[in-house]
């Protein structure tokens, strides 16, 4: 029994030693103490003895010193993520920005004095990159997106539009809160549905489905769209929309043409030729 209690020191160290979190040990006033190498290799510097983490300027800089002076008076605390980095608070130390989640508590005498603290930091630097690229990705995405010239509606299983871009606020009429949130087939009249109904079955079969249908706008007008309509993967559809009211009202004006010619060339009571220019 004495012998394991004489090894006890040595299993906790190796503990600490191995740990693959953070662990740093500072005084009662906050000055550095000791650490492990997870620290070390974090950090890539070794605390100078005029350091305390309650002065720590960075910390206090990003809106923590509550945590601090809560951590000073004896309780656990938990710093959300930041972003530290040592080179900040002195330019002689390495320019080395990482992430952290960290929590810190005390360590008591028998009396119940402090007699040191204890702070563990969870690297999440890799974590938090891979979510602030993805995040730049997003803004990027949505970027060409709403600059795009045709009206996009992503929906979800159900149809129920999720997100939008410009010009689909355009193109309907309505504002964002008021377009988010409703069904896609709010935007067509019940008569336009039954003769063009929206074919979730061929979506589900994984085809594309293409369609002409005239939509009702938020102010009862009625624009002429071609919507190209497919599945993704997740369940979601995306929706493209393109105004055709140009293209059909230029088609309904070459049909009246032709058909004002061709009435022209019927009723005419001469011979009437055409020929192209080589004759």
């Known amino acids: 029994q004495f012998e394991k209690l004489n090894r006890l020191p040595l299993i906790l160290n190796s503990i600490i030693e191995n740990n693959p979190l953070s662990i740093m040990v500072i005084d009662s006033e906050g000055h550095y103490l000791n650490s492990n190498s997870?620290?070390?290799?974090?950090?890539?510097?070794?605390?100078?003895?005029?350091?305390?983490?309650?002065?720590?300027?960075?910390?206090?800089?990003?809106?923590?010193?509550?945590?601090?002076?809560?951590?000073?008076d004896g309780k656990v605390v938990f710093f959300p993520e930041i972003c530290y980095n040592t080179h900040d608070l002195d330019k002689s130390f390495p320019d080395n920005p990482v992430w952290l989640k960290t929590v810190g508590f005390p360590i008591t005498s028998l009396a119940g004095?402090?007699?040191?603290?204890?702070?563990?930091?969870?690297?999440?630097?890799?974590?938090?990159?891979?979510?602030?690229?993805?995040?730049?990705?997003?803004?990027?995405?949505?970027?060409?997106?709403?600059?795009?010239?045709?009206?996009?509606?992503?929906?979800?299983t159900k149809g129920n539009i999720i997100e939008a871009n410009q010009k689909a606020f355009e193109i309907t009429g309505f504002d964002k809160d008021e377009l988010i949130g409703e069904n896609i087939s709010s935007l067509f009249s019940q008569k336009m549905l039954e003769v063009s109904p929206l074919r979730y079955d061929l979506l589900r079969e994984g085809k594309v489905v293409r369609n002409e249908r005239a939509l009702t706008r938020k102010d009862g007008s009625e624009v002429v769209i071609e919507m190209n309509t497919r599945m993704m993967p997740d369940g979601r559809f995306t929706a493209v929309i393109r105004d055709i009211s140009e293209r059909i009202s230029q088609?309904?004006?070459?049909?009246?043409?032709?058909?004002?010619?061709?009435?022209?060339?019927?009723?005419?009571?001469d011979s009437i030729f055409l020929m192209d220019g080589k004759t």
Do not use: C, M, W
């Open 38 to 72: 997870t620290f070390k290799n974090l950090f890539k510097i070794t605390p100078p003895s005029e350091y305390s983490v309650f002065t720590d300027q960075l910390i206090i800089k990003l809106g923590y010193s509550l945590q601090l002076q809560n951590l000073k």
């Open 113 to 156: 004095e402090i007699e040191n603290y204890i702070l563990i930091h969870e690297d999440i630097t890799t974590h938090k990159k891979a979510q602030i690229a993805l995040t730049e990705s997003d803004i990027k995405f949505k970027s060409i997106i709403d600059l795009a010239a045709d009206a996009i509606l992503v929906g979800d």
């Open 251 to 269: 088609e309904r004006k070459i049909r009246e043409n032709e058909l004002k010619y061709r009435t022209l060339f019927d009723s005419a009571n």
